[in-house]
């Protein structure tokens, strides 16, 4: 086909299937390809399309195949090939064309050669700011190859959020001869113009050699993300113009290389320049590979001048000069590196044979690291790894489906005080694993000098392990460490409500087989049949249902488990990275009450009227005194009021009441608890219903009102704290917090009282309001008053 240089064939679709052969040399492009979805597709074995042109056009009216819709597709697939010389025109040019693609798969080849192309007329082109989304992707098993002989153009230019892919045991060779003069920002492999670049290798046996003999590998001064993953290979070389001028591009850059067969990036500029010229937001993140580094102005055809063996690590900072991540810390450092980090470097590579993984230990959750075993094969036997020989990838998947990675190299080591052993690997955890974490082995990967090898799947012998938990319950919880020795049953609660009771009385275990969990978690010990005396120990025990460790095959497992589960150990037990708590004990003391003291001169006991009935055994936190709250006999009134309790009377030695000795209404508290066991108190009152007489009705809408509330104590020291100043309200059938102690304050005894000697008889009042229509009948009502220990804030 011969036609004049502006002739230009429009179509929709262009299609050559089934062993077509087309072969064209024109003087102009071969078509327009415009319409909705256009599409230009060269499919099927044996298919091929070469074409050969002469054309001149450039900017965005050159190409020899060039589409100007969204979503334009060029399809090379299924063994066809397609191969375009251009010396003079770009070779494929997407004009304004928004989600377009290039696709070659299965097997298929694609040939692109141009030359003497200026500033933006790349090769392959995606003009124009809205040329966004555009995607090159070369997938199973085909080939690429695009030549920019000469011209400061890239080979291949994308706008924004351009995406290469190279996958599937594909190949892509670009070259790119240039101008004949370095420049930092021209002659480029690949351009991201704009930002959102995605350059990413993936698949075992994929290939990628880029070569600017004047420029960049990669650039644009954008930001980009670049992946070399697991078994590719990955050749870049650039020459910057300059000493900070690199092969790589870009503005904010995330480099990956994760477990590549091979890789190596130069820089050729004499005298050395840098592979990265990047911001300081980057990140350059290389997992389980050799590493070697190549100084500036190094003859790079000689050994490297730093090698590191199978090393993790991360680079952050402009032009990745700082470290940020290692999992070497002793070789791979600041020091070892250098304190100029990548930019002291114009070449670094990698070039990495099976080793198998038969062993990983069901690890608990009483363990911050994950064990396991890697050996290699040697004839029909097997050694274990060598310290730094062989890396593995280790998958930590969360029950709530997170799933993290980590690294682990093989070593000389004990796992939990076993005997050394070589080929051990350890995932160092910050914190502890947790019950049902689940463990895998992704990969293994042996480094030896500067090759090395991935594992196969079939070389992990494994499978993945679940985190055994081992770690026995809570110990149960009392309201104190003490009980009297006249105790006959004391009631404590436990936070796993499946758990097995059992106790000991000085070390001989008595019978709790009666015992009872609730549903909040409370159960009631009986001790009626013991004798206790003063100083004797109770312990109560703890199992769960948890199983056997060793059953479900962790290694030597702690004797405090056993067929049902785990029980609390008697005295403290370290087992690997938890030390256990032991059972709780309670000591049984002779602790008698408190008498209740003069709210106005706490230093006096007295005998108040109307002492409460307080539980017995409090121990060292009680509550010594309660006053009742008596409101006397008032007049019905139809308008809102407010009536005042009685003020607390006291009592002479006979049992009748000291006339004129009045005293406020008050709440008497001792916390008599040694420092090491005081932890704050709380104290706190319910009002169990509304006021109500004996044919039920109720003084709707009513409340207690709790004034003028004052702190005493004859002992001194720091006083607890009110939670309302002004004045508490207490409403039915709601909890209130009236004040609180922190581990440094509330000590000894504690007044807290409502007025004082002028105002007794008006800091504790019953407001009833208007409707409530009372009846001429007794209301009354119940408090709960709750005396808790608890942390202080």
Known sequence: MNARDDAVFRVNNFFARNGSKVSMDLQAKLAQISGVLPVVQITDEDTTVSINTTSTSSGRYGGVIRLDSNESLIEVNNGASLKIEAPQTSALLYDTATNSRILVDNGSKMELYSSLLDGNDATVRFYGAASRGSRFDIDNNSTVIIEAEEGAAPAVRFRADGQFFVKGNSK??????????PNNSANQGIEFANDGGVFDLSGVGTEVNIVSDFGPAIGGNSSMEINVREGTS??????????????????TSNITIDNPLFFDFKNTRPNGGNIYNVSSSSIFDLKNSNFAAWANGSNFDLEAEKYWNMVDFE??????????KTSDPESFNTSTFGPAGMTAYSRISANNARAV???????TNADKSIFGHVSIPEGSDYRSAFGGEVELEIEIE???GEKETHRAITKVDSIYGEEDREGIFEVKLPNLLNEGDRISVLSAFRGVGEVGVPSLPEDIKIDSVVVFPIIPPKPAEFPLNTIGKTATHVQGYVENKEVEITATHNGQIFDTSDVTIDNEGNFILDLSDLTLKEDDEIQVFLRDAEGSAEAAGVINPPETNNVRGNINPAAELTFHDVTFEPATTLIVEDVGPFSPVDPLVPELEVEPENKPELPENQGQLSIDFISSFNFGSQAISVHEQTYYAQPQRLLNEDGTVKENEERPNYVQISDRRPDNERSGWQLSVTQNGQFSNRNGHELLGSEIQLSNQQLATAQGGNSPELQEESMQRILPNTKQILLQADEESGTGTWIYRFGDAETADKSVGLYVPKGTNPEAKEYSTTLTWELSSVPGN
């Open 357 to 363: 993984v038969d062993e990983l230990r069901v690890p």
């Open 172 to 181: 892509l060779q670009m070259y790119n001869g240039g101008n004949g003069s």
């Open 398 to 400: 969360r029950l709530t």
């Open 315 to 324: 680079l952050t900072g402009s032009n990745f000069n700082t470290i940020r």
């Open 234 to 251: 990955f050749t870049a070389i650039g020459r910057s113009s300059t000493a900070s001028g690199a092969i790589f591009n870009g503005s």
